[in-house]
């Protein structure tokens, strides 16, 4: 089974950075695309930025040009560089794949991993 671990969440004053990474174990042979989304209690979860396997990227107009998403392809492990960070960007953060190919040729269209928690506080 295709599993997603995040990290680099933590606790960061506004205008500080964290630099979220999210790694994908099993027999991966690719990933097409995967994400960031991000959810706080009573909201919905929304996405915040994705990466295809080509690199083509898009965020959501709140994270734009404060938000950098990369993939490496080699490790299938994305990462979210979020820079001058917002008390609204408090949330668990959590790495999605969308059609995760498994080594053998069976596809995983939808794998999420269990968060990471971001909090932007004084």
């Known amino acids: 089974q295709v599993q997603l671990v995040e990290s680099g969440g933590g606790l960061v004053q506004p205008g500080g950075s964290l630099r979220l990474s999210c790694e994908a174990s099993?027999?991966?042979?690719?990933?097409?695309?995967m994400a960031w989304y991000r959810q706080i209690p009573g909201n919905q979860r929304e996405l915040v930025a994705s990466?295809?396997?080509?690199?083509?990227?898009n965020y959501t107009d709140s994270v734009k040009g404060r938000f950098t998403i990369s993939r490496d392809n080699e490790k299938n492990a994305i990462y979210l560089q979020m820079n001058d960070l917002k008390a609204d960007d408090t949330a668990v953060y959590y790495c999605?794949?969308?059609?995760?190919?498994?080594?053998?040729?069976?596809?995983?269209?939808?794998?999420w991993g269990r968060g990471t928690q971001v909090t932007v506080s004084s």
């Open positions: 999605y794949a969308f059609r995760v190919v498994i080594n053998g040729g069976r596809n995983h269209h939808n794998v």
């Open positions: 990466i295809e396997i080509n690199h083509v990227t």
């Open positions: 099993g027999s991966i042979f690719a990933i097409y695309l």
